[in-house]
């Protein structure tokens, strides 16, 4: 048995800023995915993530017998699989923020939920927030509290725009120029995040005012703006407010950015060679870069492994 594929997912705006009614920006990143599988020989990595699977379905099982919840499972058939050695066969790379929760949680929904909203019908708002919730309920398994957007975007496999908690829709994003030299890109930082503890640092940074004015007024104003610049494909606004985005990450999330990459990330300011930013909640995994001229920026992180996910 093989499922069907989910994609990894990229915040390309948003992180952080969502939970506080930012706008947010999130697209498929087709290069990682994964399906779920039952093997005649599993090999240790199955029989591993099907340990793992056990404890979700326990979780799963209270969720479907709890009266709030918006979704039903076939909860027979999904033991029986997981008692055959169902396992979730993934190229994702976990704690890197590019959703590897929320693909699994979306190959379940889209397996087992009973009367599931499927992507070839008509995606109205209310569908999509009911969605939205759905998989929030699913993934706080993985993360504590989650916005059930990963899983979104690797169910629809779609842009999806983020206008505020309770407003979101498939978003057109503008081709991309193959032969262009400006780029988003992917730096791997050597290590894995920890999606939760971050979660909570920003969580109590939130309880001062100077930093919930710092929020408002600068980094979700910045980052509403990235978003607006991208989906306009206004290249020359976007660049100038991700350099702002990116001074006020460096300044006000230093315990989110891997400490060996506060320099990296001061000298992409001072030199416009590129900026970056966190991908995901940070704390390790990938961090997202952005540079007018690829060449450039390979150039000078030549020491690291960058991998391009967009062209200008």
Same mark, same amino acid.
């Given at each position: 048995?093989?499922?069907?594929?989910?994609y990894?997912?990229?915040?390309?705006?948003?992180?952080?800023?969502i939970?506080?009614?930012?706008?947010?920006?999130?697209?498929?990143?087709?290069?990682?995915?994964?399906?779920?599988?039952?093997?005649?020989?599993?090999?240790?990595?199955a029989l591993?993530?099907?340990?793992?699977?056990?404890?979700?379905?326990?979780?799963?099982?209270?969720?479907?017998?709890?009266?709030?919840?918006?979704?039903?499972?076939?909860?027979?058939r999904?033991?029986q699989?997981?008692?055959?050695?169902?396992?979730?066969?993934?190229?994702i790379?976990?704690?890197y923020?590019?959703?590897?929760?929320?693909?699994l949680?979306?190959?379940?929904?889209?397996?087992?939920?009973v009367?599931?909203?499927?992507?070839?019908?008509?995606?109205t708002?209310?569908?999509?927030?009911?969605?939205?919730?759905?998989?929030?309920?699913?993934?706080?398994?993985?993360?504590?509290?989650?916005?059930?957007?990963?899983?979104?975007?690797?169910?629809l496999?779609?842009?999806i725009?983020?206008?505020?908690?309770?407003?979101?829709?498939?978003?057109?994003i503008?081709?991309?120029?193959?032969?262009?030299?400006?780029?988003?890109?992917?730096?791997?930082?050597?290590m894995?995040?920890?999606?939760?503890p971050?979660?909570?640092?920003?969580?109590?940074?939130?309880?001062?005012?100077?930093?919930?004015?710092?929020?408002?007024?600068?980094?979700?104003?910045?980052?509403d703006?990235?978003?607006?610049?991208?989906?306009k494909?206004?290249?020359?606004?976007?660049?100038?407010?991700?350099?702002?985005?990116?001074?006020?990450?460096?300044?006000?999330?230093?315990p989110?950015?891997?400490?060996?990459?506060?320099?990296l990330?001061?000298?992409?300011?001072?030199?416009?060679?590129y900026?970056?930013?966190?991908?995901?909640? *940070? *704390? *390790?995994?990938?961090?997202?870069?952005?540079t007018?001229?690829?060449?450039?920026?390979?150039?000078?992180?030549?020491?690291?492994?960058?991998?391009?996910v967009?062209?200008?």
């Amino acid at each position: 048995m093989k499922g069907p594929l989910f994609y990894s997912k990229i915040l390309l705006f948003g992180e952080y800023g969502i939970i506080k009614d930012s706008k947010g920006l999130a697209i498929p990143y087709n290069f990682y995915n994964g399906a779920l599988k039952i093997e005649e020989n599993p090999s240790q990595e199955a029989l591993s993530s099907n340990k793992k699977l056990k404890d979700y379905v326990a979780y799963l099982a209270n969720l479907n017998q709890d009266p709030t919840t918006l979704v039903n499972f076939d909860m027979e058939r999904l033991n029986q699989d997981v008692a055959s050695g169902m396992y979730f066969d993934s190229s994702i790379p976990q704690g890197y923020g590019v959703g590897s929760s929320g693909a699994l949680v979306a190959a379940i929904y889209d397996k087992y939920a009973v009367d599931k909203i499927t992507v070839l019908e008509n995606l109205t708002r209310e569908k999509l927030l009911k969605l939205k919730a759905i998989f929030g309920a699913m993934e706080s398994f993985f993360h504590g509290k989650s916005s059930g957007l990963d899983p979104l975007n690797s169910y629809l496999s779609l842009p999806i725009l983020i206008n505020s908690k309770d407003n979101i829709e498939p978003a057109g994003i503008p081709s991309q120029e193959t032969q262009g030299k400006g780029a988003v890109f992917l730096l791997d930082s050597g290590m894995t995040g920890e999606t939760a503890p971050m979660v909570n640092i920003f969580m109590d940074n939130m309880k001062q005012e100077g930093f919930r004015a710092m929020l408002k007024n600068q980094f979700v104003k910045h980052t509403d703006a990235c978003v607006e610049d991208f989906l306009k494909g206004d290249v020359k606004s976007l660049f100038s407010n991700v350099k702002q985005l990116s001074k006020v990450v460096l300044n006000n999330f230093k315990p989110m950015i891997p400490a060996k990459f506060h320099d990296l990330w001061k000298t992409g300011l001072e030199t416009n060679d590129y900026y970056l930013k966190l991908c995901g909640s *940070g *704390g *390790g995994g990938y961090m997202l870069g952005f540079t007018e001229d690829i060449d450039k920026a390979q150039k000078a992180l030549s020491d690291y492994k960058l991998e391009v996910v967009y062209n200008f």
